[in-house]
T-cell receptor, first 113, second 115 residues
């Protein structure tokens, strides 16, 4: 299995508080991604990174920011959590190329009350 | 615009039977990859199979095969000899060569294998 660790695995937080989710990889892959999964929506891309300090927005980036200061770590921050951000968050990594699959972490279940 | 379409409702399949999961996609990029993932009830995302847009033959991986019809823009997953452990959500996804290496997912198909 690809070496991807997400932390925390579960978190409950209150509306309006900042939250940071961490993704750590040991594969030295260039690309890292944050997705959210909600019933009826599949997986939707929040942000992704194509190198250290190189990031770009996905389709549902409002209310989220990311940082990648090292190859192995990709942080997702909810600046001021809202109930609509209650979701399961997946980190993924991949090598470059259209033929490279993404390998996923085990997910973080976030509940915003 | 949605790039990956999976429209089948939840499916029940008898153990040892084959099941086909439909996936259609939309792209103007001549070079792309198509992927299928499995998500069991435990929640992890498991990569199953890959098909490249220039591949001449349909991809196969054990009991999984991909029925790739490029002109129709479809990439259906076939699971042969279903097992109880195949009960899961299945997601089709596409990665475009000129799409900044992002993977776009469909909404998934639920499969339940019954003994």
């Amino acid at each position: 299995d690809a070496g991807i660790t997400q932390s925390p695995r579960h978190k409950v937080t209150e509306t309006g508080t900042p939250v940071t989710l961490r993704c750590h990889q040991t594969e030295n892959h260039r690309y890292m991604y944050w997705y959210r999964q909600d019933p009826g929506h599949g997986l939707r891309l929040i942000h992704y990174s194509y190198g250290v300090k190189d990031t770009d927005k996905g389709e549902v980036s409002d209310g989220y920011s990311v940082s990648r200061s090292k190859t192995e770590d990709f942080l997702l921050t909810l600046e001021s959590a809202t109930s609509s951000q209650t979701s399961v968050y997946f980190c993924a990594i991949s090598e470059e190329g259209a033929d490279s699959p993404l390998h996923f972490g085990n997910g973080t279940r976030l509940t915003v009350t | 615009a949605q790039k990956i379409t999976q429209t089948q409702p939840g499916m029940f399949v008898q153990e040892k039977e084959a099941v086909t999961l439909d996936c259609t996609y939309d792209t103007s990029d001549p070079s792309y990859g198509l992927f299928w993932y499995k998500q069991p009830s435990s929640g992890e995302m498991i990569f199953l199979i890959y098909q490249g847009s220039y591949d001449q033959q349909n991809a196969t991986e054990g009991r999984y095969s991909l029925n790739f019809q490029k002109a129709r823009k479809s990439a259906n997953l076939v699971i042969s000899a279903s097992q109880l452990g195949d009960s899961a959500m299945y997601f089709c996804a596409m990665r475009e060569y000129y799409g900044n290496n992002r993977l776009a997912f469909g909404k998934g198909n639920q499969v339940v294998v019954i003994p």
